[in-house]
């Protein structure tokens, strides 16, 4: 995942890339964007067009259009599973010496 910083510099979109089955190069799936405390999610329509489009997980994120809010929590089980695990993130906050409030803060490295 990648994300656009803004006036802060905490970022509140990030976009979704994913490697499709036999492909050696990543292409972007959708994006992120908050929404108050939640991360809502959006494929992209160049993504939805390919033939060969899947979906991420199908019974979180099935393939279509229009926006996809978590049922649970604050981001999609499947998108938080992507970020680093507790000990991932403790490294990070470690590194970087500071407490993160945005949610994009550890789904995403460039931050």
Do not use: K
């Not at 939805?48 to 279509?64: K, Q």
């Amino acid at each position: 995942m990648t994300s656009e910083p803004v006036a802060d510099g905490q970022p509140d979109v990030g976009f979704v890339w994913v490697w499709l089955p036999g492909q050696v190069e990543p292409v972007v799936a959708g994006r992120l964007d908050q929404v108050g405390e939640s991360l809502v999610f959006r494929y992209g329509r160049s993504y939805l067009e390919r033939e060969d489009a899947i979906p991420i997980y199908e019974p979180e994120l099935p393939l279509v259009a229009g926006e996809q809010v978590p049922h649970v929590g604050t981001v999609h089980g499947c998108i938080a599973d992507a970020g680093p695990d507790a000990w991932g993130q403790r490294v990070i906050l470690h590194f970087w010496g500071r407490q993160f409030l945005n949610p994009f803060a550890l789904l995403d490295s460039h931050t």
